[in-house]
């Protein structure tokens, strides 16, 4: 295949740029020469002029080359991508050099809060978590994305900054140590450097967010890029809603989903709500979320991206899924809020019906969930720790109509999550996590790859043996289905995901699983 010049590239992002076409939000930023700011592809100014116009794949780099984020469009509002801001020449072959898996790795841990527990990273703690050299990552991220990873912290760290004085009404030292920095001087300094303005400035020029309404709570905006069937996205929710934890509202006007919320962080556990709005018109969710959970805000807003998929890129998916799933452009692939929460339904889900596995998963909730203060009724409890579940007997787990077997895997699975040899997050190490679940006792193929594909992000996550997976493929008659269904996901990589989530929306509402398949079935 020839590759796509430089030129050409440009000038189709400059066509999109003139469309305000939402599908390209956050897959590349305009920098104006003219004016010295940059913007996203649905900015409402005028479109510049082309000789004007300097393009880049991630916001760092607009930031490197000297422009200053647009107080209209808001960068820090963009979705962000799968490919973790590699150039679109680079997406097409990311997946097979190994530099270029190195540098997504090292973006997607330094994008993963819950990989840090005691905040955001060195490069030396980074180099090491990945297994290389300080001087061989600095080498590869650059020529990846065109900055290095300190660059890359800050200009996260510097645009989560601009939502929180944006968005919110927190106090500048309370952004300032949400964001990252050490102290307020070091934060008012770096923003003042990059932005041209001090934090105080920004906050004046611009109305703070609504913190009032009929429940109080922050509230801040995450984007998405269309197409996105969101009542699809809802109706998986609904569908596996555990009374007490969560709830899920499906009406003609209003798409939403509430959950409570646990997140361990700097050795102290917050607790807490949030509810996630749907507005369509906008390609946004509007987040609100308690009080509680202002020491973490930032991992919660990742973790919501995480949970209604946000990040995704259809165009780039949709090029390899359309002609074989037609139907399903606007497909997301359901993450979730805790890893763990998300391992221990998937064990609850095996062999059994989706409403079956509620029903189990209610019964836990309310046997060791603790209770949790929120302005929902009905929304009044968390989902059981790793603690209370590695302590749980095996009587008590069968009185709930738990079998042995899956007794067995609830308990290796907290107990392997509490001891920290489990790591079930977007930043874990994929590789590794699948073999180590598939070690553990009532895990087989099936529930890792469930996991990893809901639980740790990755979008190339794929169960072959999936019955469900067979019938909507055609080839359940087949000698050996699960070779079959493997070949012919190879022409769907990287994102067989995706194409799991396709294939099993195309059963009827009648098809139920089958006694090795697991609640994922849409």
Request: proline residues 6%.
């Amino acid at each position: 295949m020839t590759p796509i010049s430089a030129a050409a590239i440009d000038d189709a992002r400059y066509l999109a740029l003139k469309a305000k076409d939402a599908r390209f939000d956050g897959c590349f930023f305009t920098g104006v020469t003219s004016t010295g700011i940059y913007c996203r592809p649905v900015c409402r100014v005028r479109t510049p002029k082309r000789e004007n116009c300097l393009f880049f794949s991630h916001a760092a780099q607009a930031e490197r080359a000297g422009f200053r984020p647009c107080l209209r469009c808001r960068p820090e509002l963009a979705p962000g991508t799968l490919a973790l801001g590699l150039a679109p020449e680079a997406r097409a072959w990311s997946m097979q050099d190994a530099c270029s898996i190195l540098a997504a790795q090292a973006a997607r841990l330094l994008d993963t809060p819950e990989a840090w527990a005691q905040g955001p990273p060195s490069v030396a703690q980074l180099a090491l978590r990945l297994g290389v050299s300080e001087r061989h990552l600095r080498r590869v991220f650059s020529a990846a994305l065109g900055v290095s990873p300190l660059q890359y912290l800050q200009t996260r760290r510097l645009l989560t900054a601009k939502q929180l004085l944006t968005d919110t009404a927190l106090p500048v030292t309370e952004v300032a140590q949400l964001s990252g920095f050490a102290s307020v001087r070091r934060f008012n300094a770096a923003f003042a450097e990059h932005y041209a303005l001090n934090p105080s400035q920004l906050r004046r020029s611009r109305a703070r967010g609504t913190q009032g309404g009929a429940h109080a709570g922050l509230q801040v905006r995450l984007a998405y890029r269309p197409p996105y069937d969101a009542r699809a996205m809802l109706a998986f929710f609904a569908t596996r809603q555990v009374t007490g934890i969560e709830d899920v509202t499906l009406s003609a006007d209003h798409l939403s989903l509430r959950k409570t919320v646990a997140v361990t962080a700097f050795e102290k556990r917050y607790t807490g709500w949030i509810e996630a709005s749907f507005d369509d018109a906008q390609n946004r969710v509007e987040l609100r979320l308690s009080d509680s959970l202002l020491g973490v805000l930032p991992g919660v807003m990742a973790r919501v991206r995480a949970l209604l998929d946000l990040d995704a890129d259809p165009g780039a998916i949709n090029s390899l899924l359309h002609a074989r799933f037609p139907l399903g452009d606007g497909l997301r692939v359901p993450g979730a809020l805790d890893g763990f929460e998300l391992a221990v339904r998937a064990v609850l889900g095996q062999q059994i019906t989706v409403a079956a596995a509620r029903t189990l998963a209610t019964r836990l909730v309310a046997r060791w969930g603790e209770p949790v203060d929120t302005p929902f009724a009905g929304l009044n409890r968390l989902f059981p720790t790793p603690a209370a579940l590695a302590d749980a007997s095996g009587d008590a787990l069968g009185e709930l109509g738990i079998v042995k077997q899956r007794q067995a895997a609830i308990r290796s699975i907290a107990s392997a999550v509490l001891t920290q040899r489990l790591q079930l997050h977007a930043g874990a190490d994929v590789a590794a996590t699948v073999a180590a679940l598939k070690e553990l006792p009532g895990v087989g193929d099936w529930t890792a790859q469930y996991i990893a594909m809901r639980a740790l992000r990755w979008p190339d996550a794929f169960a072959a043996g999936d019955v469900a997976l067979h019938r909507a493929l055609g080839v359940q008659d087949a000698k050996n289905p699960a070779l079959e269904a493997l070949t012919a996901s190879h022409a769907w990589q990287p994102w067989r995901s995706y194409a799991l989530v396709r294939a099993w929306a195309t059963l009827a509402p009648t098809v139920r699983p089958l006694p090795d398949t697991s609640s994922a079935i849409i």
